[in-house]
Nanobody, 127 residues
Framework: QVQLVESGGGLVQAGGSLRLSCAAS????????MGWFRQAPGKEREFVAA????????YYADSVKGRFAISRDNAKNTVALQMNSLKPEDTAVYYC????????????????????WGQGTQVTVSS
């Protein structure tokens, strides 16, 4: 059984920064693609960022490109999402997800490609 636990969410003013972390257990972390998704009230879950098993390939939604950065530490079984220049529209529950190694490219943008999910962490950006 895979467990993903997110942390680092909170309340921040527009223009501020937050760093989300996701700790994984129960599978060979270094073999899997990791992704971050978010869901705002009344909206569908949307892709934010993903990183392949080695960390050599990263993918970002256009809305966060240049502001967010995803990284992973395979020795510590963690994946992080550094969020800078936050905007009120970034307010959402952020979810960490794990998927098979072949979830790369356009597949990495699809939440259905991931098979394990964390419980989520709330990020609120005030204007």
């Amino acid at each position: 059984q895979v467990q993903l636990v997110e942390s680092g969410g909170g309340l921040v003013q527009a223009g501020g920064s937050l760093r989300l972390s996701c700790a994984a257990s129960g599978r060979t972390f270094s073999s899997y693609t990791m992704g971050w998704f978010r869901q705002a009230p009344g909206k569908e879950r949307e892709f934010v960022a993903a990183i392949n098993w080695s960390g050599g390939n990263t993918y970002y939604a256009d809305s966060v490109k240049g502001r967010f950065a995803i990284s992973r530490d395979n020795a510590k079984n963690t994946v992080a999402l550094q969020m800078n220049s936050l905007k009120p529209e970034d307010t959402a529950v952020y979810y960490c997800a794990s998927g098979p190694h072949y979830v790369v490219g356009t597949r990495a943008l699809n939440p259905d490609a991931y098979d394990y999910w964390g419980q989520g962490t709330q990020v609120t950006v005030s204007s």
